[in-house]
């Protein structure tokens, strides 16, 4: 069953912004940290950003840092992934993910191990 409902992809210019938002479908997303992968075409889906469960304690993937900004706002039940500056080599499949704490895994949260529930996916794409 999905647990999320990832919203705020579509096409953008080179140079665009995004805000992509990832909403709890039957459950309380309040009491875990939150990680957005992304899954490019022939690529491993990899983490872009994590975020424990009150946004005290975010991080982003080196890739992306400086562009990309993860928050939560929890009486709405939502993670935001705000995206500037896109590259069209950006284009992926969008997801955001639960970690079962209340933080993300200190090493590891940029890897799929460990995260249990997942969304179907926004689809984010770079127009020329």
């Known amino acids: 069953q999905l647990k999320f409902v990832e919203s705020g992809g579509g096409l953008v210019q080179p140079g665009g912004s995004l805000r992509l938002s990832c909403a709890a479908s039957g459950f309380t997303l309040n009491y875990y940290a939150i990680t957005w992968f992304r899954q490019a075409p022939g690529k491993e889906r990899e983490g872009v950003a994590c975020i424990n469960w009150n946004g005290g304690l975010t991080n982003v993937a080196n890739s992306v840092k400086g562009r990309f900004t993860i928050s939560r706002d929890n009486s709405k039940h939502t993670v935001y992934l705000h995206m500037n500056n896109l590259k069209p080599e950006e284009t992926a499949v969008y997801y955001c993910?639960?970690?079962?704490?209340?933080?993300?895994?200190?090493?590891?949260?940029?890897?799929?191990?460990?995260?249990?529930?997942w969304g179907q996916g926004t689809q984010v794409t770079g127009s020329s």
């Open positions: 993910a639960s970690y079962p704490s209340a933080d993300p895994p200190g090493t590891e949260w940029s890897t799929r191990a460990g995260y249990e529930c």
